[in-house]
Antibody
Framework: ELQLLESGGGLVQPGGSLRLSCVAS????????MTWVRQAPGRGLEWVSAISGSGGNTYYADLVMGQFTVSRDNYENTVYLQMNNLGVEDTAVYYC???????????????WGQGTLVTVSS | QPVLTQPPSSSASLGESARLTCTLS?????????IYWYQQKPGSPPRYLLYYNSDSDKGQGAGIPSRFSGSKDASANAGILLISGLQSDDEADYYC????????FGGGTKLTVL
């Protein structure tokens, strides 16, 4: 059974950092690129970042470039999102999702985790 | 910055069809892009439904019934999600997505089944 399980969310003060994790199971993890998508409370979806199956290529939305870092450990079947200098505008549920391909190419996000909530507040 | 515009809400009757639109900003031609559609119910993650580029280039997500289909309206510069035989379970938010350079999501349409 396909599963993506995010963790690492929580309450953080403005300017703080968090590292999100997403553990995958039920498929050959290294064969798939992965992505992070966030959703602010009551709002729509916003793409954040993506990483190829090998981890050799990473991509970021302009809004988070230089602030967030995506990485993966194919031995641990885990993708990470390191988030630094967080602001209230980063408050959202963060979803990890699987590409339908190994490379970060124009394709669907065919399976999503349940998400982890990040709240940035003083 | 490319934009996808979706009407915030739409409604249709049980058993009828719903036609959800996703309009691209005027500087981007829908003819040239695959449009992806996702469904999201309250408290749940998005679920991939399908993509549509042309009648010869389209795809359905795993387990998605054929009553969900995609198309394009080139005159309106829009992607279309058509849901036929509406069921109460289809009541959800629907998001379109495309990739001009990076990923762009539409703002979503809340579909109410009457």
């Amino acid at each position: 059974e396909l599963q993506l399980l995010e963790s690492g969310g929580g309450l953080v003060q403005p300017g703080g950092s968090l590292r999100l994790s997403c553990v995958a199971s039920g498929f050959t993890f290294s064969n798939y690129a992965m992505t992070w998508v966030r959703q602010a409370p009551g709002r729509g979806l916003e793409w954040v970042s993506a990483i190829s199956g090998s981890g050799g290529n990473t991509y970021y939305a302009d809004l988070v470039m230089g602030q967030f870092t995506v990485s993966r450990d194919n031995y641990e079947n885990t993708v990470y999102l390191q988030m630094n200098n967080l602001g209230v505008e980063d408050t959202a549920v963060y979803y990890c999702a699987r590409f339908s391909t190994e490379l970060v190419v124009v394709t669907a996000f065919d399976f999503w985790g349940q998400g982890t909530l990040v709240t940035v507040s003083s | 910055q490319p934009v996808l515009t979706q009407p915030p809400s739409s409604s249709a009757s049980l058993g009828e069809s719903a036609r959800l639109t996703c309009t691209l900003s005027s500087n981007i031609n829908v003819v040239n892009y695959k449009i992806y559609w996702y469904q999201q119910k309250p408290g749940s993650p998005p679920r991939y439904l399908l993509y549509y580029n042309s009648d010869s280039d389209k795809g359905q997500g795993a387990g998605i019934p054929s009553r969900f289909s995609g198309s394009k309206d080139a005159s309106a510069n829009a992607g279309i999600l058509l849901i036929s035989g509406l069921q109460s379970d289809d009541e959800a938010d629907y998001y379109c997505m495309f990739w001009p350079s990076n990923v762009v999501f539409g703002g979503g349409t809340k579909l109410t089944v009457l």
